[in-house]
Structure formats: C-alpha cells, structure tokens
C-alpha cells in the first residue's frame, strides 16, 4: 500500500503487515518529526506493525500571530478550557478516520490499530479514539490535554471504554503544562477508563528511556 507523500510518511514492516500505530505529530511539525523513533522502540526485527505519520493541513494559527503551519486544529488560546478549535478538532477527526478506514480496507482489525499522538497530535488521538464507534487496539496521547479541558469529549462511544491508554508528560513541559495532561488524566479515569499514567523529567519532548517505554507498551498491545 502507499499513501502520496503529500498525506502521510508509511514505514512498513519487513513482513507482511497485520496491525497499525498511526502517529500524529504537534503542532508546527510534519510526520517526519517521529517516523525516526521507530528504531528506537525496540521491537523485534520480523515485527509485523506498519507505522503511518500523517501530516497536518498547513493553515493560520491565532495564538502565533496567525501564522500559518501545519497544525490539526487552531488554537485559539491559552486557557486550557478553551484552547482547542473543537470545529476543526472535528475536521481532522475525519482526517483520521481516513487513515483508519485505509486499514481496515487493507484487512487490518481495528482492534489491531493503535492511536499515537504527542501534543496536537495526542489532542486528536485522545478525542478521535474516545469517539471511534469500533474498538481499538490501544491510545497514546503524550504531552497533551483533552480538547475541552477538563471533560470528555461529546458523542464518546462505549467501543473504546476498555481501551488501553497510555499517557506521558514531561514535568517541566512550558508548552502543555503537566496540569493539562493531568486534568484529561483525572477526567478518563473518573469516567472509568484504563490509562497508565507516567511522568518524566522533561520539557515538552520525548526522551530514549520513554521510547522504550512505549515501544514495550505497544508489543503488549499488537503482538499476538
């Protein structure tokens, strides 16, 4: 399969591939930001995973002048209860579902599809995992918050109430405060949700030691 690289960047499995992380990057980035972390995730050389890092739409952005950079959604401030554009959070929502759907036409499950995101891109996976009507192998959000601070998104569906999810925050992030992160923690939690919660001593980036981490997270949920 193949996708223009003007969508995505694919890095395919040296055996036939049987299950997916899609990865979305930040805000400003592209999906060659993380498609070099896959080395480094340790898995075992005839895995099996097709990695897809989507990139963005370029448009303006309010809180950097309007300036234009690929970004999910806008960001219409800094208040973490108003932050996300929730209209085009929506907008790429669909985005994604594309990248999905083209899975499940490639006869991947989507309970063998795991959702990836850091910052921006952990905004979307966390509100379009919460939301997906078939269940998912698993939802990554790093570094990142809920689209509405401190509540669920509308129109969650019960497919993903069981879904592991695995959230990481860096203690000295200036970009998405860790309160952000533990907000959405406290709210999917309280919501009965499973996520594993990890903080690390960083600012807004990922460190090796939590590729690692990660990499453990996702054989856990895509090996068979």
Not at 107 to 123: M, P, R, Y
Request: charged content about 15%; aromatic content about 8%; glycine content about 10%.
């Amino acid at each position: 399969m193949s996708f223009d690289p003007k969508q995505a960047i694919v890095i395919e499995p040296k055996t036939p591939a049987t299950a997916t992380v899609i990865w979305l990057h930040g805000l400003g980035d592209s999906g060659a930001g993380f498609a070099p972390v896959v080395p480094m995730l340790g898995l075992s050389e005839n895995h099996s995973i097709r990695f897809i890092f989507p990139h963005a739409p370029e448009q303006a952005v309010t809180i950097n002048g309007g300036f234009v950079m690929r970004s999910w959604y806008d960001i219409k401030s800094m208040d973490l209860l108003d932050r996300a554009d929730i209209e085009g959070v929506k907008e790429s929502e669909q985005r994604v579902h594309q990248f999905i759907q083209s899975q499940l036409d490639e006869g991947i499950e989507s309970n063998k599809i795991i959702l990836a995101g850091f910052s921006q891109g952990g905004v979307m996976s966390l509100f379009t995992g919460l939301r997906y009507p078939k269940p998912l192998a698993g939802i990554m959000a790093l570094s990142c918050y809920l689209p509405n601070g401190d509540a669920l998104p509308e129109g969650v569906s019960e497919a993903n109430k069981s879904t592991p999810m695995l959230q990481h925050h860096g203690e000295q992030d200036p970009v998405v405060p860790i309160g952000a992160g533990e907000m959405a923690y406290k709210a999917l939690t309280a919501a009965g949700y499973s996520s594993q919660w990890q903080t690390f001593m960083m600012p807004h980036s990922v460190l090796p030691e939590q590729l690692m981490i990660i990499g453990d997270w996702i054989k856990q949920r895509l090996y068979d």
